[in-house]
């Protein structure tokens, strides 16, 4: 199976500070990822598909960019709802696969 | 609005079964396929099973194959998972999840959750 890696584990940021997410994929997978926020006790929210597109809804402030094995969502200016956890899913092969993890808390 | 509800999650013995089921709505439920996904307590998300539009096509992840089995009734708007087996190690949220095209793709709603528990 395709393994993604997430980068930094977790992350303290401030209101107002420009946050960047790296997914790594262990084989290349062309733009077949997507990215998703969850809070606590929450269901995930999709964010970002195809790797750069902007789901219906979502703050123009969350972009996402990459393709092939590297990737990246992008907040440009955290927001005090924006301190969840964000995953990396991606869509190359039938046998699906989510990084695990990027928590950004409040510093 | 697109729903989705899971039910029944419990307490079960290692080694018991359970079936999850999940209720849609607020879209045509026969036109998409349909996933489940976990969260075990504290850690990440794993994908577990999908299922195509029509039911002809169905995919497992490698922790679960030849344990849980995937199903729909489009009749009945309802996706299902027969979990057998079942380990301590499938203790988790489990969460049904729409796809956005008839294939497996990405997840564009999910339900609430239901809590499986396997324990002795």
């Known amino acids: 199976a395709i393994q993604l890696t997430q980068s930094p584990s977790s992350l303290s940021a401030s209101v107002g500070d420009r946050v960047t997410i790296t997914c790594r994929a262990s084989?290349?997978?062309?733009?077949?990822l997507a990215w998703y926020q969850q809070k606590p006790g929450k269901a995930p929210k999709l964010l970002i598909y195809?790797?750069?597109s902007l789901e219906s809804g979502v703050p123009s402030r969350f972009s996402g960019s990459g393709s092939g094995t590297d990737f990246t969502l992008t907040i440009s200016s955290l927001q005090p709802e924006d301190f969840a956890t964000y995953y990396c899913q991606q869509f190359n092969s039938y046998a699906l696969t989510f990084g695990g993890g990027t928590k950004v808390e409040i510093k | 609005q697109v729903q989705l509800v899971e039910s029944g999650g419990g307490v079960v013995q290692p080694g018991g079964s359970l079936r999850l089921s999940c209720a849609a709505s607020g879209f045509t439920f026969s036109s998409y396929g349909m996933h489940w996904v976990r969260q075990a307590p504290g850690k990440g998300l794993e994908w577990v099973a999908f299922i195509r539009y029509d039911g002809s096509n169905k995919y497992y992840a490698d922790s679960v194959k030849g344990r849980f089995t995937i199903s729909r009734d489009n009749s009945k708007n309802t996706l299902y998972l027969q979990m057998n087996s079942l380990r301590a190690e499938d203790t988790a949220v489990y969460y049904c999840?729409?796809?956005?095209?008839?294939?497996?793709?990405?997840?564009?709603?999910w339900g609430q959750g239901t809590l499986v528990t396997v324990s002795s």
């Open positions: 999840a729409k796809d956005v095209v008839e294939m497996a793709t990405y997840f564009d709603y």
């Open positions: 084989q290349g997978i062309s733009s077949a």
């Open positions: 195809d790797a750069s």
